[in-house]
């Protein structure tokens, strides 16, 4: 069954630091999302991205978010300046058709030290 | 706006026993809703998914949930625990947004913890 792959599975940062994390969304898929969930919190939505662009993004997204669809293949989220509370696991999540289930990659587990 | 509350962050049932994870949701529009499950250092997997077709529905592992409009609840339950079924689950309702894409809302999570 395909899936969605995150790399890398961990990563250490310093506070300041610029981070990418990649995602490989389900080849046929054409909606992406990146969800985060702080160490013994909910999972909290990000962003949503669709035709080459943000389609939705929540208040936790802000300018030191972004995201970008490099090739035809990877789906990327940037964090320009790390702070420690970007600590968190990220998730990124496909869909084909913008209707659920989204299907969600192992995550990417970041450390802001 | 759509919401999810699950009751319990932490359930203990013993191997052989009923599983009831209790989920309860508010929308003011006829939900998507969802039970997912994550294992430790894991991603999150799909149980089952509430869709407006049958109320009760049958995820993987053996898992269902009803869909019971009149409670606005959407209860996840298992009638024998085993011992691979310790993790943290997950109920999430789905939100269409501006931009036309859906989100997930999700619960805090319930800890499922399975003694022998």
């Known amino acids: 069954e395909p899936e969605v792959t995150q790399t890398p599975s961990h990563q250490v940062t310093q506070m300041g630091q610029e981070v990418i994390l990649r995602c490989v969304p389900i080849s046929n898929h054409l909606y992406f999302y990146w969800y985060r969930q702080i160490l013994g919190q909910k999972v909290e939505f990000l962003v949503s991205?669709?035709?080459?662009?943000?389609?939705?993004k929540s208040e936790i997204f802000d300018d030191q978010f972004s995201v970008e669809r490099p090739d035809g293949s990877n789906f990327t989220l940037k964090i320009r300046s790390t702070k420690l509370e970007d600590s968190a696991m990220y998730f990124c999540?496909?869909?084909?058709?913008?209707?659920?289930?989204?299907?969600f990659g192992n995550g990417t587990r970041l450390t802001v030290t | 706006a759509q919401s999810v509350t699950q009751l319990g962050s932490h359930v203990s049932v013993s191997e052989g026993a009923l599983v009831l994870l209790r989920c309860n949701y508010s929308s003011s529009v006829p939900p998507y809703l969802f039970w997912y499950v994550q294992y430790p250092n894991q991603g999150l997997q799909l149980l089952l998914k509430?869709?407006?077709?049958?109320?009760l529905v049958k995820g993987i592992n053996g898992f269902e949930a009803e869909f019971k409009k009149s409670e606005t609840s959407f209860h996840l339950t298992k009638p024998s625990a085993h011992m691979s079924d310790a993790a943290e689950y997950f109920c999430?309702?789905?939100?269409?947004?501006?931009?036309?894409?859906?989100?997930?809302?999700f619960g805090k999570g319930t800890k499922l913890t399975v003694n022998p």
């Open positions: 999430a309702v789905s939100l269409t947004t501006q931009g036309g894409s859906e989100k997930l809302v």
């Open positions: 991205f669709y035709n080459n662009e943000i389609s939705e």
């Open positions: 509430y869709t407006s077709a049958a109320t």
């Open positions: 999540a496909s869909s084909g058709t913008g209707v659920p289930p989204l299907h």
